[in-house]
């Protein structure tokens, strides 16, 4: 029987070479992430909004760096590998995260929504791998030559091409472009690692069957990231009408949102059907933010200004349809439901055990069908 090759990062092994990407807000959270790691994947959870969710769940005040630590702390309780997504677009509470993470033993820490430069400042531990993501060679020679002179290298990184679901590093017309796919991005990144001592690259953005994990090992990849696989499944948080969004999306009903898009500014790829992007696109939404997750700069150097908080034209609020999404406060926000290009392919929700089997190429039992 074909079996993939285990995957070790910083001398972490993960059995199954598959990585369930960290997906905010509120998707990925410990239940996903412990049913991954039983399989023998790696299950990440999203740092996004944590303290919000981790709050309303215990009926008591956490903070960024408390709700990291205990989610990871239940990601591991049940043995495998398990560690956090954390964007460098929630700059507010990108350092508490990453301590909280670190303190509470995550086996990784993987980063992306701009470039994590600072990221081995903050946290350099002997347990916890520290991983970027890139979308080009470019961002992980650039990312090598910072973090060198912090003394550290990065132990993988993860290649994300403009197929994957949540905020892309692609132009929204670079995403359908050749020279960006995913196949022709990864060979200069797999050279730039291999200039760096041989990282290992993992490849995520449109990721969806055995084959083609088998595919991207074949072509150098040392493991994969998968999204919209793990949102359809039972573990994962986002509610049951962003389920059911996703089961019932087609083709055509898959966009990159820019402008009315994220207030980051990153295109973001969703279901147009969503409620809170159909507001946006009908302006009936008024701008406020009262979350204050993504964050700019003011004149002052303070983490002050949402753009979503003035303008409903160019931006909307993410963070508010987001977790609306992972069923926080639906009744006063509408959802946002991200995608990856490929979700039009979800067509059931299926247990995070079975999703493992069928990628790890083994026998699937399909669904009963239920009487006509
Ligand atoms: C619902 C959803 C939410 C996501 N949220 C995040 C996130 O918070 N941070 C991040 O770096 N990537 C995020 N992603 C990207 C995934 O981690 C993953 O890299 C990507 O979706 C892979 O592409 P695929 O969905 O085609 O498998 C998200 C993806 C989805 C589908």
């Known amino acids: 029987m074909f079996k993939f090759s285990p995957l070790t990062i910083k001398g972490i092994r993960i059995e199954v070479p598959i990585i369930q990407g960290g997906m905010g807000i509120g998707v990925s959270l410990h239940p996903l992430a412990q049913a991954v790691a039983a399989e023998g994947g790696a299950g990440i959870i999203s740092s996004a909004a ?8 215990n009926n008591k005040k956490t903070n960024a760096y408390e709700a990291a630590y205990e989610e990871i702390s239940l990601s591991k309780a049940k043995g495998g590998v398990a560690g956090i ?3 460098v677009a929630l700059e507010r509470d990108y350092e508490d995260s990453v301590r909280g993470s670190v303190d509470a033993g ?18 350099k531990s002997k347990h916890t791998a520290l991983v970027p993501i890139v979308s080009s060679a470019r961002a992980l020679r650039l990312i090598c030559k910072k973090w060198e002179k912090l003394g550290y290298r990065p132990d993988a990184v993860v290649l994300e091409g403009p197929l994957a679901g949540g905020h892309l590093g692609f132009r929204g017309e670079q995403v359908d472009q050749d020279e960006f796919s995913l196949e022709n991005l990864f060979p200069p990144v797999k050279d730039a690692a291999n200039e760096h001592g041989g990282i290992p690259v993992i490849v995520a953005g449109g990721i969806y069957t055995h084959d083609d994990i088998k595919r991207f090992m074949a072509m150098g990849a040392d493991g994969v990231q998968m999204g919209t696989r793990f949102l359809g499944t039972e573990e994962s948080t986002a509610t049951e009408e962003y389920k059911a969004a996703l089961v019932a999306a087609r083709k055509e009903d898959i966009i990159v ?24 696109l009908a302006q009936a939404r008024k701008p ?3 979350k204050g997750y993504v964050l700019l700069r003011d004149k ?23 977790l609306s999404s ?11 439901y991200t995608v990856g290009a490929n979700a039009w392919r979800v067509d059931r929700i299926m247990p995070v055990r079975d999703l493992m089997n069928e990628l790890k190429g083994l026998p699937v039992q399909e669904p009963v069908a239920s009487p006509a």
């Open 300 to 322: 002052e150097g303070k983490y002050t200004v949402c753009p979503a908080r003035y303008d409903n034209r160019d931006s909307f609020c993410i963070c508010n349809g987001l």
């Open 50 to 57: 944590l303290d919000r969710l981790v709050s309303r769940r």
């Open 85 to 87: 997504n954390i964007m």
């Open 288 to 290: 406020k933010c009262d």
């Open 257 to 280: 949102a820019e402008k009315p898009g994220s207030p980051c500014g990153l295109p973001i790829r969703l279901i147009s059907g969503s409620p809170m992007y159909q507001d946006a």
């Open 326 to 336: 992972a069923g926080y406060n639906p009744d006063k926000e509408r959802p946002l």
């Open 106 to 123: 995550a086996d990784m820490i993987i980063s992306g929504a701009g470039l994590p430069l600072k990221l081995p400042a903050i946290a």
